[in-house]
């Protein structure tokens, strides 16, 4: 396997990015969820920023449902997200220096009916948060493989919340260091639907574009 | 009331951006989601590369489960969508030349369990839309105040799929073309929580940033 230099990085951080259609803001081209990270720690301020980038994502009613646990390497936070994480992400995420964990009030807080939008916001919040750390140069991975129950009774999570997802946060690393299976997904190009499969003009007819 | 000319717009455009915090993307703190769309079409170009940011969001397990029904001024689609909106979202909607609605496919495709990421996704796929459109110098603006089983009849949406949002996408109008009170939110600047109630290390316990 090559050693990890800032040329077999480059090489790799352009195997994912998403085939060019002028326009598409970078950002969002070129972001992927990587499962190897460096050892490098992330700043309080760069970490601020990601929430900042979060906090000013649209939701239904100006509601916000979103919520954060932040956990860093060595905290007790960081520690009760990792153990709830499915052993097959476990073996990866480990090496990111913050885990955080999303969380969504299920109710509107002015009126207590539910807010059938509560995970979508979230969604929508963590998407915000995932361009922001590529745009500062950090990579991120979020995860739905962990028991939601097993997080929520260890970082006593109100029932009023539905739980998230679990997001791996740091700098990119060496892919080498990875179990074979997931070295070869991190070494593969990123694959999505045709758009001929998601935009239509009536039900699943394509829509001219 | 003042005419709406470029200086007008250009000053309700920064009285929507949120407080700078350096290091974060400007399309994310200056993106809002207005009421007043201006006649201009939008190209189909420039709708490609709207779901084209939607279409590279991150998704558990790479299902990608949303859809996008597309619809244009005059077409059928467009007038089923505007249908199904609440009265009080219809009178500024109809001004937009651009109505979609996203759905999520509510299980995997691979083993038919339930994807409970379905909506998050979805609504990360729509916040990456949203981007795009406000670098491209488009607004939208999301919407759950409809009726989404009267949008399931008339679009022929299987059950298999959850109704997520409405959205509306064009150019930014004249907002003296609103009702009073629309036009008051128009021209208020966007507010959220602060980073201390979002944000935790513990529940509840804001994380230090």
């Known amino acids: 396997l090559p050693t990890f230099t800032p040329e077999t990085r480059q090489a790799l951080e352009t195997l994912k990015e998403a085939p060019p259609v002028p326009g598409v803001l970078d950002v969002i081209r070129h972001r992927w969820s990587p499962r190897a990270y460096s050892d490098r720690e992330v700043s309080s301020a760069d970490l601020k920023k990601l929430f900042e980038a979060a906090r000013w994502a649209a939701s239904s009613n100006n509601e916000q449902p979103w919520r954060f646990l932040l956990g860093r390497r060595g905290d007790e936070t960081y520690a009760k997200i990792l153990n709830a994480l499915a052993e097959f992400n476990q073996v990866w995420a480990k090496t990111a220096p913050v885990l955080a964990l999303s969380v969504a009030r299920k109710a509107f807080v002015s009126n207590g009916r539910a807010n059938r939008f509560h995970l979508h916001d979230t969604g929508a919040a963590t998407a915000n ?81």
Chains 1, 2 share one sequence.
């Open 129 to 209: 948060l995932f361009l922001e750390a590529f745009a500062l140069g950090l990579r991120s991975h979020a995860m739905g493989g962990f028991d939601p129950e097993k997080a929520r009774a260890s970082l006593a999570i109100p029932q009023e919340y539905e739980i998230g997802a679990v997001m791996a946060i740091g700098y990119l690393g060496d892919p080498n260091t990875l179990p074979d299976q997931l070295r070869q997904r991190e070494e593969s190009p990123r694959e999505r639907k045709p758009l001929e499969e998601i935009v239509f003009s009536s039900w699943e007819t394509p829509a001219q574009l």
